[in-house]
C-alpha cells in the first residue's frame, strides 16, 4: 500500500525530507560516478588507440610499409 | 646489523633526539591550546601523552629504511645469504631502542607537565614500553611500503596510521585505568598480545613490501 | 574443463573482456530492476517506523552500501593475494577499480548514516563503535588508493596495494575489536543507540532487494572499472588492436 496521501506529502517524508532525499540523491550521483566514470575511460582509452592506428596506418602507406 | 644501526644512530645523535623533543614540545602546546588548570589536564593527560607518542613514533619511522635506501645498503640486504626478516627484524629493534625506549622514560616528564596523577605513572611506562614497540612494528610495514617513493613521509602516515589505533585505545586506556584505580592488568595483557602478533606478522610482511618497494 | 584450465582461462584478460561484454546488458538490467523496485517500495510503501518515523527510509541505501563496503575491503585483498601469488593478471587489474569502489560505497554509508542520525539522535555524528570503524574501514581505503597513485611503476603500485590490503584485512577485526571494547569503556549515558530492532516484514522485504541490488550493482561497477582497466593496460596486444580494428573499419 502506497503510504503518502499525495505527492506533496512524500517529498515532505513527515518532515524528514531534507535528510532522506539528499542521503538518497547523493548515494545515486555517487552511484552514477562509480558506472559512468569507467566507461568514459573506456571510450577514452578506444579513442587514443584509434587515433594512434590510424596515423600509423597513414604512415605505413606514406613509406610504403608497414610501421610499428 | 643490530649493532650497527645503534652505532649509527649514535653517529646522528641529533636526527635521534628530534622525535623526542618534538614529543616534548607538542605536549606544552596542550596546556597552551586548551588551559593551564590541572584539573582539566589531568583527565586529558593519558589520551594526550600516547598520541604524542604514536605522532612521535609515526614522526621517526620514515627513516627506519630510507637511510639503507640511499645508500644501497638495502639493495645488498635483498640479496644477502640472511632471509630478509631477520635483518627488518633488527632494523625495528634498533628503532625501538633508540625512539621507542628513550620515549618511555621521558614519558613520567610529560605526565609532570600535564599533571598525571600519580596512579598512572607505572601504567603510563609499562603500556608505552609494549606499545611503542608495537608501534615501531606496525611503521616498519608502512616505511616498507613507502620507502622507494619520493617524499613518502606524509603517505606513511595516511598508511599506518589506521593500523595504529588498536594500540592506541588499549595503551591510553590502560593508563586511563589506573588513574581510575581499576584493575589494568588485562589491558596490558592485550597490548602485550598485540605486540606478540606484531612480532609474528610484520618483519614478513615488511621484507616482502620492501622486495616490491624495490623491484616492482 | 578442468579447474586449472578454468582457473587459466579466468584469468586471461582477454577471455574476460570478451566473456564479461556478453555478460553487462544482464547484469545490468537485473541491477536497474532490482534497485528501482527497491527504491520504490523502500520509499513509497513501506510503513513508516514507529518511532523514527520516515527518515528510516534512509537505512534502504545505509545498510546496503555498509554491507558492500565491508565486503568490498575483502574482495580487494582476495584479488591482492590471487595477484601476488599466481600473478594472474586479471586479479591484479581488479585490485584499483574494487579500492575506488569500496571507498565511495564507505562513503556513502557514512554520508547517509550522519544525515540519518540528525533526526533520529539529533546529531550528525557519533562516535559510536559502528561508526567509528567505517571510518577507519574508509582511511584503510584511501590508504591504499593513495599508495596506488605514489607509485610511478604500475606492478609495484599493484603489489604495494596488494601487500597493504592483505595487511589490512588481518587488522580489521582487530580494529573491529578494539573499537567496540572502547566504546562499551566509554558509552556515554544519553544515548543509547539500540541494536536493529526485529524489523517488520513489510520493511524487511525491500532491505533484501536493496541488498541483492548493491550486489549486482557492486558486481557491475567492478566489471566495468575493470574492462576499462584491461584495454588499458593491453592496449598494445595484438587482440586489442584487432577489436580496435574491427569497429573503426
Given at each position: 500500500?502506497f503510504?503518502?496521501?499525495s505527492?506533496?506529502?512524500?517529498v515532505?517524508?513527515?518532515?524528514?525530507?531534507?535528510?532522506?532525499?539528499i542521503?538518497?540523491?547523493?548515494?545515486?550521483?555517487?552511484?552514477?560516478?562509480?558506472?559512468?566514470?569507467?566507461?568514459?575511460?573506456?571510450?577514452q582509452?578506444?579513442?587514443?588507440?584509434?587515433?594512434?592506428?590510424?596515423?600509423t596506418?597513414?604512415?605505413?602507406?606514406?613509406?610504403?610499409?608497414?610501421?610499428? | 646489523?643490530?649493532?650497527?644501526?645503534?652505532?649509527?644512530?649514535?653517529?646522528?645523535?641529533?636526527?635521534?633526539?628530534?622525535?623526542?623533543?618534538f614529543?616534548?614540545?607538542?605536549?606544552?602546546?596542550?596546556?597552551?591550546?586548551?588551559?593551564?588548570?590541572?584539573?582539566?589536564?589531568?583527565v586529558m593527560?593519558p589520551?594526550?601523552?600516547?598520541v604524542?607518542?604514536?605522532?612521535?613514533?609515526?614522526?621517526?619511522?620514515?627513516?627506519?629504511?630510507?637511510?639503507?635506501?640511499?645508500?644501497?645498503?638495502l639493495?645488498?640486504a635483498?640479496?644477502?645469504?640472511?632471509?630478509?626478516?631477520?635483518?627488518v627484524?633488527a632494523?625495528?629493534?634498533?628503532?625501538?631502542?633508540?625512539?621507542?625506549?628513550?620515549?618511555?622514560?621521558?614519558?613520567?616528564?610529560?605526565?609532570?607537565?600535564?599533571?598525571?596523577?600519580?596512579?598512572?605513572?607505572?601504567?603510563?611506562?609499562?603500556?608505552?614500553a609494549l606499545?611503542?614497540?608495537?608501534?615501531?612494528?606496525l611503521?616498519?610495514?608502512?616505511?616498507?611500503?613507502?620507502?622507494?617513493?619520493?617524499?613518502?613521509?606524509?603517505?606513511?602516515s595516511?598508511?599506518?596510521?589506521?593500523?595504529?589505533?588498536?594500540?592506541?585505545?588499549?595503551g591510553?586506556s590502560a593508563?586511563?585505568?589506573?588513574?581510575?584505580?581499576?584493575?589494568?592488568?588485562?589491558?596490558?595483557?592485550?597490548l602485550g598480545?598485540?605486540?606478540?602478533?606484531?612480532?609474528?606478522l610484520?618483519p614478513?610482511?615488511?621484507?616482502?613490501a620492501?622486495?616490491?618497494?624495490?623491484?616492482? | 574443463?578442468?579447474?586449472?584450465?578454468?582457473?587459466?582461462?579466468?584469468?586471461s584478460?582477454?577471455?574476460?573482456?570478451?566473456?564479461s561484454?556478453?555478460?553487462?546488458?544482464?547484469?545490468?538490467a537485473?541491477?536497474?530492476?532490482?534497485?528501482?523496485?527497491?527504491?520504490?517500495?523502500?520509499?513509497?510503501?513501506a510503513?513508516?517506523?514507529?518511532?523514527?518515523?520516515?527518515s528510516?527510509?534512509?537505512?534502504y541505501?545505509?545498510?546496503?552500501?555498509?554491507?558492500?563496503?565491508?565486503?568490498?575491503?575483502?574482495?580487494m585483498a582476495?584479488a591482492?593475494?590471487?595477484?601476488l601469488?599466481w600473478?594472474?593478471?586479471?586479479?591484479?587489474?581488479?585490485?584499483?577499480?574494487a579500492?575506488?569502489l569500496?571507498?565511495?560505497?564507505?562513503?556513502?554509508?557514512?554520508?547517509?548514516?550522519?544525515?540519518?542520525g540528525?533526526?533520529?539522535?539529533?546529531?550528525?555524528?557519533?562516535?559510536?563503535?559502528?561508526?567509528?570503524?567505517?571510518?577507519?574501514?574508509?582511511?584503510?581505503?584511501?590508504?591504499?588508493?593513495?599508495?596506488?597513485?605514489?607509485?610511478?611503476?604500475?606492478?609495484?603500485?599493484?603489489?604495494?596495494?596488494?601487500?597493504?590490503?592483505?595487511?589490512?584485512?588481518?587488522?580489521?577485526?582487530?580494529?573491529?575489536k578494539?573499537?567496540d571494547?572502547?566504546?562499551?569503556?566509554?558509552?556515554?549515558?544519553?544515548?543509547?543507540?539500540?541494536?536493529?530492532?526485529?524489523?517488520?516484514?513489510?520493511?524487511?522485504?525491500?532491505?533484501?532487494?536493496?541488498?541483492?541490488?548493491?550486489?549486482?550493482?557492486?558486481?557491475?561497477?567492478?566489471?566495468?572499472?575493470?574492462?576499462?582497466?584491461?584495454?588499458?593496460?593491453?592496449?598494445r596486444?595484438?587482440?586489442?588492436?584487432?577489436?580496435i580494428?574491427?569497429?573503426?573499419?
Amino acid at each position: 500500500m502506497f503510504q503518502f496521501d499525495s505527492f506533496q506529502a512524500l517529498v515532505a517524508m513527515g518532515g524528514h525530507g531534507f535528510y532522506v532525499w539528499i542521503s538518497y540523491g547523493v548515494s545515486l550521483a555517487v552511484m552514477a560516478w562509480l558506472v559512468i566514470s569507467p566507461l568514459k575511460r573506456k571510450r577514452q582509452v578506444l579513442g587514443n588507440l584509434k587515433r594512434q592506428q590510424r596515423r600509423t596506418v597513414a604512415d605505413g602507406r606514406r613509406t610504403g610499409e608497414a610501421s610499428y | 646489523m643490530l649493532v650497527r644501526d645503534l652505532r649509527l644512530a649514535n653517529r646522528r645523535r641529533g636526527d635521534m633526539a628530534n622525535p623526542l623533543i618534538f614529543f616534548v614540545m607538542v605536549a606544552t602546546l596542550v596546556p597552551l591550546g586548551v588551559s593551564p588548570e590541572a584539573t582539566r589536564l589531568a583527565v586529558m593527560a593519558p589520551g594526550i601523552i600516547w598520541v604524542m607518542a604514536l605522532l612521535a613514533s609515526l614522526l621517526s619511522a620514515e627513516s627506519l629504511f630510507a637511510g639503507d635506501y640511499r645508500d644501497g645498503t638495502l639493495e645488498q640486504a635483498l640479496v644477502a645469504p640472511q632471509p630478509l626478516w631477520v635483518l627488518v627484524l633488527a632494523k625495528i629493534t634498533a628503532h625501538w631502542l633508540v625512539m621507542g625506549l628513550p620515549l618511555t622514560l621521558m614519558s613520567p616528564l610529560l605526565g609532570i607537565m600535564l599533571s598525571l596523577p600519580p596512579a598512572g605513572y607505572p601504567a603510563l611506562l609499562a603500556s608505552l614500553a609494549l606499545g611503542t614497540a608495537a608501534l615501531s612494528l606496525l611503521g616498519a610495514i608502512g616505511a616498507a611500503l613507502t620507502v622507494a617513493i619520493r617524499r613518502g613521509g606524509l603517505l606513511l602516515s595516511l598508511i599506518v596510521m589506521p593500523l595504529y589505533m588498536p594500540v592506541l585505545i588499549f595503551g591510553a586506556s590502560a593508563v586511563q585505568q589506573a588513574v581510575d584505580g581499576m584493575a589494568y592488568g588485562g589491558t596490558l595483557a592485550v597490548l602485550g598480545a598485540l605486540l606478540a602478533f606484531a612480532v609474528m606478522l610484520s618483519p614478513f610482511a615488511a621484507a616482502g613490501a620492501l622486495r616490491v618497494g624495490l623491484h616492482g | 574443463m578442468t579447474f586449472t584450465q578454468w582457473f587459466h582461462r579466468l584469468g586471461s584478460p582477454r577471455w574476460f573482456y570478451q566473456a564479461s561484454g556478453k555478460w553487462l546488458p544482464w547484469l545490468a538490467a537485473a541491477t536497474l530492476i532490482l534497485l528501482v523496485a527497491g527504491l520504490v517500495w523502500g520509499l513509497g510503501f513501506a510503513p513508516a517506523d514507529a518511532k523514527q518515523g520516515n527518515s528510516f527510509r534512509i537505512i534502504y541505501i545505509h545498510v546496503p552500501a555498509a554491507f558492500l563496503a565491508l565486503a568490498g575491503y575483502y574482495v580487494m585483498a582476495v584479488a591482492g593475494a590471487i595477484g601476488l601469488i599466481w600473478k594472474m593478471k586479471l586479479a591484479e587489474m581488479a585490485m584499483r577499480p574494487a579500492a575506488t569502489l569500496g571507498a565511495a560505497l564507505t562513503f556513502i554509508s557514512l554520508f547517509t548514516g550522519a544525515l540519518w542520525g540528525k533526526p533520529t539522535w539529533g546529531t550528525y555524528w557519533v562516535w559510536d563503535a559502528r561508526i567509528t570503524s567505517m571510518l577507519v574501514l574508509f582511511f584503510l581505503y584511501l590508504g591504499v588508493i593513495a599508495l596506488h597513485y605514489a607509485y610511478t611503476s604500475r606492478d609495484a603500485a599493484t603489489r604495494a596495494g596488494a601487500v597493504l590490503a592483505l595487511v589490512g584485512t588481518v587488522n580489521i577485526p582487530i580494529i573491529y575489536k578494539s573499537v567496540d571494547w572502547w566504546y562499551t569503556l566509554h558509552q556515554p549515558a544519553t544515548i543509547k543507540l539500540t541494536e536493529a530492532p526485529t524489523m517488520h516484514p513489510a520493511m524487511f522485504q525491500p532491505l533484501v532487494v536493496m541488498i541483492l541490488g548493491f550486489y549486482c550493482f557492486y558486481a557491475l561497477a567492478l566489471i566495468l572499472g575493470l574492462r576499462a582497466e584491461i584495454l588499458h593496460r593491453e592496449r598494445r596486444t595484438r587482440w586489442v588492436r584487432e577489436l580496435i580494428g574491427e569497429d573503426a573499419v
